[in-house]
């Protein structure tokens, strides 16, 4: 999958007068995998699938229309890192290998993403995740804001006033902050790193401490603040089950929270300037949707004309994509 990470002659978007820019970081993979397994039986002209292509186009454009970053990047996993495979052998081990219509439409994703005028990012052993946290944090450093649009739990832990996340499972791009944070999980954003360490993530193969789910960690959490105190004061928790429990996980513990703090040291370098969103290629865009068989796209591109507006708005504001008949 080929991606860019420098790019010359970007232009950003007004904002509001007052209001810090903002920047989007999409999880590439994430929307991929879900806009692939919402879509079914949609192919090109010549056969090829491109339902991957259909939906991820139509979510990321209407992310685009409702957050109207000034800046936005689509990260995209470059491997396991390899500290955390040291740490625990099994990392994401029985992640299932990537379906190959879906693997087979990536680099088209790929290429409407920087045709629509957004930069792309992948690197080898660098995990999405490290990448969208370090920019996040970047970005907030700068006085910008930062959305992250991706549903992995892991994100809730960099929730902060200047850095908010929207879950491509709910329907409208609603930011969520400290409040959704601990509405979902019972404690608040800096306390997620040790909620996960106690709970566990099946998704990537981390084993929690047993017989602690959700609402337990987040008990324990409220009551002593961090794993670090609970261990400390083990001796204060009850029941008897639950202290030999998290005695004989202390060392667990310890190397969850390391796989679950995301780094926010990766990125090569890479400048919040670099990812200023650029007007379309429309010339590349039209090509495309033609060959992709999107004939309303193709429409769109020629009512919309060679603007500095984003094409994939009307006058409302809202995302005007797609046809019955794509």
């Given at each position: 999958?080929?991606?860019?990470?420098?790019?010359?002659?970007?232009r950003?978007?007004?904002?509001?007068?007052?209001?810090?820019p903002?920047?989007?970081?999409?999880d590439?993979h994430?929307?991929?995998?879900?806009?692939?397994?919402?879509?079914?039986?949609?192919?090109?002209?010549?056969?090829?699938?491109?339902?991957a292509?259909?939906?991820?186009?139509?979510?990321?454009?209407?992310?685009?229309?409702d957050?109207?970053?000034?800046?936005?990047?689509?990260?995209?996993?470059?491997?396991?890192?390899?500290?955390?495979?040291?740490?625990?052998?099994?990392?994401?081990?029985?992640?299932p290998?990537?379906?190959?219509a879906?693997?087979?439409?990536?680099?088209?994703?790929?290429?409407?993403?920087?045709?629509?005028?957004?930069?792309?990012?992948?690197?080898?052993?660098v995990e999405?995740?490290?990448?969208?946290a370090?920019?996040?944090?970047?970005?907030?450093?700068t006085?910008?804001?930062?959305v992250?649009?991706?549903?992995?739990?892991?994100?809730?832990q960099?929730?902060?006033?200047?850095?908010?996340?929207?879950?491509?499972?709910?329907?409208h791009?609603?930011?969520?902050?400290?409040?959704?944070?601990?509405?979902?999980?019972?404690?608040?954003?800096?306390?997620?790193?040790?909620?996960?360490?106690?709970?566990?993530?099946?998704?990537?193969?981390?084993?929690?401490?047993?017989?602690?789910?959700?609402?337990?960690?987040?008990?324990?959490?409220?009551?002593?603040?961090?794993?670090?105190?609970?261990?400390?004061?083990?001796?204060?928790?009850?029941?008897?089950r639950?202290?030999a429990?998290?005695?004989?996980?202390?060392?667990?513990?310890?190397?969850?929270?390391?796989?679950?703090?995301l780094?926010?040291?990766?990125?090569?370098?890479?400048?919040?300037?670099?990812?200023?969103?650029?007007?379309p290629?429309?010339?590349?865009?039209?090509?495309?949707?033609?060959?992709?068989?999107?004939?309303?796209?193709?429409?769109?591109?020629?009512?919309?004309?060679?603007?500095?507006?984003?094409?994939?708005?009307?006058?409302?504001?809202?995302?005007?994509?797609?046809?019955?008949?794509?």
């Amino acid at each position: 999958m080929e991606t860019s990470e420098n790019r010359s002659e970007t232009r950003p978007l007004l904002t509001t007068a007052g209001e810090a820019p903002q920047l989007l970081l999409v999880d590439g993979h994430a929307y991929a995998y879900r806009a692939f397994h919402a879509i079914r039986s949609l192919t090109s002209p010549t056969g090829q699938p491109t339902n991957a292509i259909f939906g991820f186009v139509k979510t990321i454009s209407r992310l685009r229309a409702d957050l109207q970053p000034t800046y936005c990047a689509v990260v995209w996993d470059g491997g396991l890192a390899a500290e955390r495979v040291a740490l625990l052998p099994g990392y994401k081990a029985t992640r299932p290998p990537m379906p190959s219509a879906l693997a087979s439409q990536l680099d088209e994703i790929v290429a409407w993403v920087e045709a629509s005028g957004v930069v792309s990012l992948c690197r080898e052993g660098v995990e999405a995740d490290d990448w969208i946290a370090t920019l996040a944090i970047k970005a907030a450093e700068t006085g910008a804001k930062a959305v992250i649009a991706s549903s992995d739990k892991d994100f809730m832990q960099l929730v902060s006033p200047s850095v908010g996340l929207v879950n491509p499972a709910e329907k409208h791009s609603r930011r969520w902050t400290a409040a959704e944070v601990q509405e979902k999980t019972g404690v608040l954003p800096e306390q997620v790193v040790d909620w996960l360490s106690m709970v566990g993530d099946s998704v990537d193969d981390i084993p929690g401490v047993p017989g602690v789910g959700s609402k337990t960690a987040a008990a324990l959490l409220r009551q002593f603040g961090s794993c670090e105190a609970v261990l400390a004061r083990v001796d204060k928790v009850q029941p008897e089950r639950l202290r030999a429990g998290l005695r004989a996980a202390a060392d667990a513990l310890h190397r969850n929270r390391q796989l679950i703090t995301l780094r926010t040291d990766v990125g090569g370098g890479i400048t919040l300037d670099a990812l200023l969103i650029r007007p379309p290629d429309t010339p590349r865009l039209r090509d495309l949707f033609t060959r992709w068989g999107f004939r309303s796209l193709v429409s769109e591109l020629d009512l919309a004309g060679a603007t500095q507006t984003d094409f994939f708005e009307d006058r409302t504001g809202r995302t005007k994509l797609f046809s019955s008949t794509d």
